[in-house]
Nanobody
Framework: QVQLVESGGGLVQPGGSLRLSCAAS????????MSWFRQAPGKQRELVAS???????NYADSVKGRFTISRDNAKKTVVLQMNSLKPEDTALYYC?????????????WGQGTQVTVSS
């Protein structure tokens, strides 16, 4: 059974940092492209960052230079390090997976982890 469990969210002041983690199980993690999405209230879910099995990364323009995605295949985790946080980063953050670039992201989502950036 595929499971993706997100953690690490919280309340942080603007300019602060948070480290999100996604623990994966039930599939061959190292073979998958992993990603972080986010969804703010009243907005569509958006892709924040992705990382391939070869550690190639891609970021949304809005987070480039502030967020870093990484993975640990031995621990089956994908991490999103978020620095210089802004109020507009407030959202529910989810991780997801797909096996090849041309595939769609998995249509099953976890519970996510809430990030709130506010003074």
């Amino acid at each position: 059974q595929v499971q993706l469990v997100e953690s690490g969210g919280g309340l942080v002041q603007p300019g602060g940092s948070l480290r999100l983690s996604c623990a994966a199980s039930g599939f061959t993690f190292s073979r998958y492209i992993m990603s972080w999405f986010r969804q703010a209230p009243g907005k569509q879910r958006e892709l924040v960052a992705s990382i391939t099995s070869a550690d190639r990364t891609n970021y949304a323009d809005s987070v480039k230079g502030r967020f870093t995605i990484s993975r640990d295949n031995a621990k089956k985790t994908v991490v999103l390090q978020m620095n210089s946080l802004k109020p507009e980063d407030t959202a529910l953050y989810y991780c997801n997976r797909k096996q090849v670039p041309s595939a769609n992201w998995d249509n099953s989502w976890g519970q996510g982890t809430q990030v709130t950036v506010s003074s």
